[in-house]
């Protein structure tokens, strides 16, 4: 039984099926997770009481080779929430040509309430609950929403206690020291950047006449606002969870992030700060104010849902770089592509995360470990190489970057799906 945001990603699956030809089979195999777990996970708390979490690992499809996805603390993480991250995750692994499935994990669980020591014990439960269900073959957890390299290098430990072997290549996302990769931290954020810049240069734009503003400042948003800030973009409006910051002439984007870096002493894990707390002389908005500034380029890039049919309309942009995984509904999709506005996919804009992952675990299982720039520059090559194919799918098929980033991933999807089929034998009437 599919749910209500699994049902709004299968819509863009849909709508993408009528430009490709794969079987009946293969799509019908897609719409549907491969297998769905939860878990009870119990925790011992500081003062002693016993709180039991709840947490879930989905693997929607593994036919291109083993799932990949990460894990959310977040206190509104459910199933239906992750089986669809889990969708999104198989069609960006597809869409980048990476050998491997899509999956996601998650907590139902406010981390900012937890002491360090709590979150620690959490984590482990986690992976204790869920230690069967991952492999380094089978399926490769990473960071994502409120997790981070120091939760994944906890993580990557208890497995190694469970498997009584260090099994560095089954969780990526890791610190350094415990085999992560380098620049896997701005990995997200620079894959956006290198799309960005494919279509700026495309449009012939310049960077300083080119004004951004930018939902979430966490990982993959405060580096992304970093590197268009350095790139000479004009970065008016930032927010986080608190609410947000507005200055026309652009924001010191440093500074933000030096003021957001400086809290973290006062909380071990997560930033005590926020960014509205931040000078007088900005003009602080809400997150609504926020997505309908009048900017050339907005940037989801916190929570799914969060442009829908209900503020599609005041969306002033002209360009939208999904940073965030599925902030913009299939319904409003549907309104921004009436009025001309550009939707750069999220399955493509945020998969340097996953691209940079899958080097890792390329590294961990060789041995061999890369330096940044080889990082860099195989990243851009990827992400470049990918944008421009689904781009002219785009031009061609007269469809929106979307439909043309499905239509390129359901291709690679179908024909390995096709290659492992039965159907044949009955069709032939063996
Ligand atoms: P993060 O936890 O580092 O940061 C999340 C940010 O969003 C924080 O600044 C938080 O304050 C803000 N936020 C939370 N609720 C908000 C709200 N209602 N309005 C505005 N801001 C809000 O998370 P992240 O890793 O940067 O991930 C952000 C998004 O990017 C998620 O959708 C995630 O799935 C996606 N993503 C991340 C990666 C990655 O490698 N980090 C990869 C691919 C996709």
Wanted: with cysteine.
């Amino acid at each position: 039984m599919l749910t209500s945001t699994l049902c709004d990603a299968n819509r863009r699956l849909t709508a993408a099926l009528q430009y490709v030809k794969i079987s009946a089979d293969a799509a019908e195999r897609l719409k549907a997770p491969k297998a769905s777990l939860i878990v009870a996970i119990p925790v011992r708390m500081d003062d002693g009481s016993l709180r039991i979490f709840q947490g879930y690992r989905v693997r929607y499809d593994d036919t291109r080779g083993p799932t990949k996805g990460g894990i959310r603390f977040h206190p509104d993480v459910n199933l239906d929430q992750v089986q669809s991250l889990a969708f999104w995750m198989t069609f960006k692994c597809a869409a980048l040509n990476l050998p491997l499935g899509g999956a996601k994990g998650g907590i139902t669980v406010n981390p900012k309430e937890l002491s360090r020591l709590e979150l620690e014990r959490l984590s482990r439960g986690y992976i204790d609950a869920i230690a069967d269900f991952i492999g380094a073959d089978v399926d490769i957890p990473a960071p994502d929403m409120y997790t981070n390299a120091m939760i994944m290098g906890w993580m990557v430990d208890q497995y190694s206690i469970i498997a009584r072997r260090l099994s560095p290549a089954v969780i990526t996302g890791k610190p350094l020291s415990l085999g992560g990769s380098q620049g896997r931290e701005t990995a997200t954020a620079r894959g956006a950047f290198y799309v960005l810049e494919a279509m700026m240069a495309r449009s012939g734009r310049l960077p300083q006449h080119t004004t951004v503003a930018l939902q979430g400042f966490g990982n993959a948003g405060s580096m992304l606002a970093r590197l268009l800030f350095e790139a000479g973009y004009r970065v008016v409006a930032v927010s986080d969870s608190q609410g947000g910051i507005f200055l026309p002439q652009g924001l010191d984007i440093p500074s933000i992030q030096a003021f957001k870096a400086s809290s973290r002493s006062l909380k071990a894990v997560y930033c005590e700060g926020s960014v509205c707390h931040l000078s007088q002389a900005h003009a602080l908005i809400s997150n609504a104010e926020l997505l309908s500034l009048e900017v050339d380029i907005l940037i989801p890039a916190a929570l799914e849902n969060q442009i829908t049919a209900d503020n599609a309309s005041q969306i002033k942009a002209r360009h939208i770089f999904e940073v965030a995984n599925g902030p913009i509904t299939a319904a409003a999709d549907a309104i921004l592509d009436a009025r001309g506005i550009q939707v750069f996919p999220d399955i493509l804009v945020n998969a340097g995360g996953v691209t940079v992952s899958y080097f890792e675990w390329i590294q961990n299982r060789n041995g061999l470990y890369w330096s940044i720039e080889d990082v860099h520059r195989r990243l851009k090559t990827m992400m470049v190489t990918e944008a421009d194919q689904i781009w002219q799918r785009a031009e061609t098929l007269k469809i929106s970057l979307r439909t043309a980033a499905y239509v390129h991933a359901l291709e690679r999807l179908g024909q390995a799906l096709d290659a492992k089929g039965t159907r044949e034998y009955y069709t032939n009437g063996i």
